[in-house]
Nanobody
Framework: QVRLVESGGGLVQAGGSLRLSCAAS????????MGWFRQAPGKERVLVAH????????YYANSVKRRFTISTDNTKNTMYLQMNSLKPEDTAVYSC??????????????WGQGTQVTVSS
């Protein structure tokens, strides 16, 4: 099992930036991919971006392309999500997840507790 702890959420004005962090501990070798999900009030949780620990495979949801950047620091077992040009519709609870990526499919096996991101207009 991988333990995941997010940080970096908060309140920001539209157009601003935030960087989320997700620190992984425990059996980190049991996963080869990390991802960020978000859930807005009254909506389903959706995948925002994911990355393999090797960094050679990334994915972004269309809604965040060219605004968000996902990255990892393997020396710190930490994943980041740099969020720029934030919009009110980015407001959500952001959660990180760890899983196993094979080809185009990823099975998510561990989840963080989530961090609130609120973008004011």
């Amino acid at each position: 099992q991988v333990r995941l702890v997010e940080s970096g959420g908060g309140l920001v004005q539209a157009g601003g930036s935030l960087r989320l962090s997700c620190a992984a501990s425990g059996r980190t070798d049991s996963s080869n991919a990390m991802g960020w999900f978000r859930q807005a009030p009254g909506k389903e949780r959706v995948l925002v971006a994911h990355i393999t620990w090797s960094g050679d495979n990334t994915y972004y949801a269309n809604s965040v392309k060219r605004r968000f950047t996902i990255s990892t620091d393997n020396t710190k077992n930490t994943m980041y999500l740099q969020m720029n040009s934030l919009k009110p519709e980015d407001t959500a609870v952001y959660s990180c997840a760890a899983g196993i990526n094979v080809g185009s499919a990823t099975s998510w096996t561990s989840w963080g507790q989530g961090t609130q991101v609120t973008v004011s207009s």
